[in-house]
């Protein structure tokens, strides 16, 4: 287990270092990116930002729960409309489609609402042609993710890396396709939980967020 995210984000900064390292670091990474997906992934992407000397930003991405097991996802909804969906998962929820598009529109309203809070007037950073590196806290379902690279993919980034210290294993493989690679620190076999796999979980919050961007108090 890691102790909490800081000690989680100074392993993952390590990997990605060494991932990067060399004459095979991927095109655009002189001029590269760190995002983290809020709130729990910006603590640990901070520390990769500032382990690379790369500047950090967000990429708001917000998950679609199946109603009563909101830990379960049916799917996300990123930034710049990108909807992401099980459909096996949708399938066996039993969710109809009236249900399933009012989730995401209330899913696709906090995004607009986290986005008018942490985003500067200016927009999103540019980043064609360069490379992104997203982190999050942990992996399950990869569908947060999944929104995340094709928010990036719209806006013409260079390439995709995932880092993040804890995956499920299925999920790790799976992110391959639709990600230039892939860093996990650890991947165990038995996954339940993201929170599982740290000693302490606290809730981040959304001036914590704030505080790591450089941002001014709401």
Do not use: W
Not at 2 to 9: E, H, I, P, V
Not at 73 to 94: K, T
Not at 151 to 162: E, N
């Amino acid at each position: 287990m890691f102790r909490d995210r800081t000690d989680a984000g100074h392993l993952l900064a390590e990997m990605v270092a060494s991932a990067l390292g060399g004459p095979s670091r991927p095109p655009g990474a002189a001029d590269g990116l760190v995002v983290g997906l809020p709130r729990g992934g910006v603590p640990v992407a901070a520390l990769v930002a500032e382990s690379l000397g790369l500047p950090l930003d967000v990429l708001v991405v917000r998950k679609i729960g199946v109603p009563l097991q909101p830990e379960l996802a049916l799917g996300a909804v990123g930034e710049s409309g990108a909807v992401v969906l099980n459909d096996g998962l949708v399938s066996a929820s039993g969710v109809g489609r009236h249900e399933l598009d009012a989730l995401i529109r209330k899913a696709s309203h906090e995004v607009e609402d986290i986005v008018a809070d942490l985003r500067p007037a200016a927009g999103p950073p540019d980043v064609t042609g360069r490379m992104v590196i997203v982190v999050d806290d942990g992996v399950a379902t990869g569908a947060t993710a999944r929104a995340a690279a094709s928010v990036l993919r719209r806006r013409g980034s260079g390439p995709i890396i995932l880092a993040t210290p804890v995956a499920a294993p299925s999920t790790c493989a799976s992110l391959r396709s639709c990600f230039d690679d892939v860093i996990c620190v650890r991947t165990p076999l038995r996954f339940d939980s993201v929170g599982r796999h740290y000693e302490q979980f606290e809730q981040v919050s959304i001036a914590d967020v704030r505080r790591l961007l450089g941002r001014p108090p709401a």
